[in-house]
Structures are given as C-alpha cells and as structure tokens.
C-alpha cells in the first residue's frame, strides 16, 4: 500500500504491507526510508492489506488488516502505532477510503471499505460499528473510493469484473450504476479523477479502463450535503435499534 501525505512543497510517500512494517520515504532519497513504525495488536504483527489518510492529514490514519479488522493508528506521539479497532468484516480488507469531499458540511469522520467477504461497510470514526453494511456484490470486492466531489457517492469494483457506483443520498441497498466493464479478469484497482468525472479501474491482466461519470454525480448540488447529514442520522438510528448486518 502506497499514498503520498503533506503538501505540494512538503510531502512523503508513506508504505506499509502485511508485515506491519510502515515505512516513511522522502521522494529525493528512496535508498532507504526516512522512518519506520512496526504496527502490533496484543504483540501480533498486523498484517496490513490496505491504507488510507484523510484529506489534509499526515499523523493519522486507517488501515485494514487479513483478520478484517480495521485500525485507527498514529505516525508520531505518544499514540504512535495501533489505537482503536473497528470490527465488522469477515475476511482480508481489500480497501479502505475516508470521504474528501469540501463542501457544505464535514464528512472527513467518514470512510468506507470493502472486503473478500463480499461487502462494503460505511462507518465514522466516531462509532466503533458500521453504520451501513452494503452487500449487493456476489464476488470478492476488491476497491472502493469516494467520489473527490460529490460527499454521498462512492465506486466499488469486484472480482467478476463489475464496476458500482452508489449514492447513499438515493439509495442504501442497489447502486445508481451497475455495469459490467470491458475486463476479462477481477478488477482489483479503481481511480477516481480529481474533478470525479472519471473512474480508472485496473484488471488482474495489468490493463487500465476509463469511463465517464454522469453529470450528476460528478455536480453536487448545495443539498447534497444536508441530505447527506439526513442519511446518516436515519442510519446510525438504525444501527443502535437492530443488529448490524454482517
């Protein structure tokens, strides 16, 4: 797993993999990294499948491990390495994104992930369950990632090769766009563009495919927000009132 963290003017290329082994690079020198940080749970290395910051953040962030469990974990300070766990899935995390969308209200709290176990699972850093378990996908799902732009749409990508797009805004349980796409093999990789008009997916075959957002889900209106805030507060009431789907 990689991800670049900090500014245009100041930034690392942050690595981690399923031996726990985060690692710290500086771009000008990448012999041998800047710092290293040994991720353990109970004295047991974390096996870590997948890795995300959130938008403007370089001590904090998310990882998703084999065992499926989620963590919450810190670069630097007293809390660096493992802090919080989040369980829910039932096999590998294949992806973790937070939300990024800047707009009309703060969704960074939130952040979305997708497994072996054939779902994806919404969740905020504030609750240690999932909010929302979306279990549309008859496949492993490999990816998942937000839309840049728009703060209730998100992509997932599977191993029959299908591409999903969803608006928690309309719908919790079936997509807005299901499609199968031109690959022969299990997309294991997607790619929003910056301005969330396109979506890159990579196949297991190293091929790359582009396809074009509609308009929609690429412009937010102003409501989007609010509505978005709506949705949540009708899904953490559901998750406190009956089990969580798992």
């Not at 969704?107 to 969740?123: A, G």
């Amino acid at each position: 797993c990689l991800q670049v963290v900090g500014t245009q003017n100041a930034h690392n290329l942050i690595s981690i993999a399923t031996d726990g082994k985060l690692c710290s690079w500086s771009l000008d020198m990448l012999s041998q990294p800047q710092d290293q940080l040994e991720l353990q749970q109970k004295n047991k290395i974390v096996a870590v499948t997948s890795m995300s910051f959130a938008l403007g953040e370089v001590n904090s962030f998310l990882v998703g491990s084999e065992e499926g469990v989620l963590f919450t974990c810190s670069r630097h300070g007293n809390k660096a390495g493992i802090n919080e766990a989040f369980e829910g899935h039932h096999g590998p995390v294949t992806g973790i994104d937070f939300n990024k969308a800047v707009g009309q209200g703060d969704f960074s709290h939130l952040f979305i992930s997708s497994s072996t176990d054939w779902t994806v699972k919404l969740w905020s850093n504030k609750i240690s369950k999932p909010l929302h378990s979306f279990e549309n996908a008859n496949d492993y799902v490999f990816d998942a990632k937000w839309s840049p732009v728009h703060p209730a749409v998100f992509a997932t990508v599977d191993a029959m090769g299908r591409l999903e797009i969803w608006n928690i805004n309309t719908d919790t349980e079936i997509p807005v766009v299901s499609m199968q796409t031109n690959a022969r093999s299990a997309i294991n990789r997607l790619q929003w563009s910056t301005n969330g008009r396109e979506i890159h997916v990579g196949d297991c075959d190293g091929k790359v495919f582009v396809y074009e957002v509609k308009e929609k889900l690429a412009s937010p209106r102003g409501e989007a927000w609010q509505r978005l805030s709506d949705t949540l507060n009708e899904l953490q009431q559901q998750a406190t009132e009956t089990p969580i789907a798992v």
